[in-house]
């Protein structure tokens, strides 16, 4: 069974830095497109980043790119989120999702199968 659990979230000044985490257990790693989403509150959960099995394309959210970043370590079984310049408006919860064959809409959560339980993001002025 397939098991995603994040870490890295808490508590940045806007203008700072957070490196999330996540790491699959149960499965092999590799044989997985990883994503990143955050919700918040009362909103549809949204789309954030994604990353190919291999880690040889990433896809973002408009607006996100150059801002976050995403990365693997197959080898360690583990995708990355690095944010950079925080806004308030990056306050949410940030959910790591995984999925293993090809699916066309990356950026609909629908496309993935397996989720961990998320980490708060939160943002202050």
């Known amino acids: 069974q397939v098991q995603l659990v994040e870490s890295g979230g808490g508590l940045v000044q806007a203008g700072g830095s957070l490196r999330l985490s996540c790491t699959m257990s149960?499965?092999?790693?590799?044989?997985?497109?990883a994503g990143w989403f955050r919700q918040v509150l009362g909103k549809e959960r949204e789309f954030v980043a994604s990353?190919?099995?291999?880690?040889?394309?990433?896809y973002y959210a408009d607006g996100l790119k150059g801002r976050f970043t995403i990365s693997r370590d197959n080898a360690k079984n583990t995708v990355h989120l690095q944010m950079n310049s925080l806004k308030l408006e990056d306050t949410a919860v940030y959910y790591c999702?995984?999925?293993?064959?090809?699916?066309?809409?990356?950026?609909?959560?629908?496309?993935?199968?397996?989720w961990g339980q998320g980490t708060q993001v939160t943002v202050s002025s």
């Open positions: 149960g499965r092999t790693f590799s044989d997985y497109v």
């Open positions: 999702a995984a999925h293993r064959y090809y699916r066309s809409q990356i950026a609909s959560a629908r496309s993935y199968d397996y």
């Open positions: 990353i190919t099995w291999s880690g040889d394309a990433t």
